[in-house]
């Protein structure tokens, strides 16, 4: 069994906040990363985000309560 990680922005986000994930080890295929989305939309869906491809990076910018956290790289 793998391990899993669990990121969580903060609740208390404004316009142009961002966050970085980067699967350093390449671990995220088996082990995947889990964006939790704290009352906040992910791409405009109330539902936590998952990494599972080795070596991603996800750049995620708030923009506002709509759309919440956009990936703006990956």
Same mark, same amino acid.
Do not use: E, F, K
């Given at each position: 069994?793998?391990r899993y $990680? =669990?990121?969580?922005?903060? #609740? &208390?986000?404004? #316009?142009?906040? /961002? /966050?970085? $994930?980067?699967?350093?080890?390449? =671990? !995220? /295929? &088996? %082990? =995947?990363?889990? /964006?939790?989305? %704290? !009352? !906040?939309?992910? %791409?405009s869906t109330?539902?936590?985000?998952? $990494?599972n491809v080795? =070596? #991603?990076?996800? *750049?995620? *910018?708030?923009?506002?309560? +709509?759309?919440?956290?956009? $990936? +703006?790289? %990956?």
């Open positions: 069994m793998g $990680i =669990n990121a969580t922005p903060g #609740a &208390s986000t404004l #316009a142009g906040d /961002v /966050v970085q $994930i980067y699967d350093i080890t390449g =671990n !995220s /295929v &088996s %082990n =995947n990363i889990t /964006v939790g989305r %704290n !009352s !906040s939309n992910i %791409n109330a539902a936590d985000l998952t $990494i080795a =070596n #991603a990076v996800a *750049t995620l *910018t708030y923009t506002n309560a +709509t759309y919440g956290w956009v $990936i +703006t790289n %990956n």
